[in-house]
């Protein structure tokens, strides 16, 4: 299964449509908040099943703040961040996802791309993809995370980037 994760798009699909012509076709799309009431044109695009969560800029959002859905194997705890304080850490988010029963947490908000592998003391491997729109890490490429489940129904994870002239760039 090949998962598309994105987040703080705020409104703008134009790099998110470059996504999609690079990575080909995905099989689920989750997005981590600041969709900012463009959903319908994301779905539109992704042309499978998606998961939104609201972020901090989705004043008029229907969606939940937090969700909990089970891709394969995988029980995935997906939030914005934002009201767990991930701009300073990301361990009342893991916490919230381990509550849960969750062995992944996938959030945004930062802007700051990052794959943190399950720790034995933590028990939960923590995501975010960045930002496709604005980009806050050194270098501020546009970022995503490209989940893949093998046969075995264990993830793994790949931080994409986009360069100059849309192109891609794996890491």
Known sequence: MKILVVSDTHGYETNLRTVFSKIGRI????????VEEHEAAIEEMAG???TFVR?????ASKYPYDTVIT???QKIFVTHGHRYGVSWDNTEAI?????????VLMYGHTHRPLI????????VTAINPGSLTF?????????????????FGKAHFTLNYLGRGNRLFFR
């Open 27 to 34: 099989d689920y799309l989750i997005h981590c908040g600041d």
């Open 135 to 151: 980009p806050r890490q050194e270098g501020r490429k546009p970022s995503f995370i490209v989940m893949e489940t093998d046969r």
């Open 55 to 59: 972020g901090n800029n989705d004043y």
């Open 116 to 123: 943190e592998l399950a720790l034995s003391e933590r028990g």
């Open 48 to 50: 499978c099943p998606c």
């Open 95 to 103: 916490n919230a996802a381990k509550k849960a029963g969750c062995s």
């Open 71 to 73: 891709l394969e194997n």
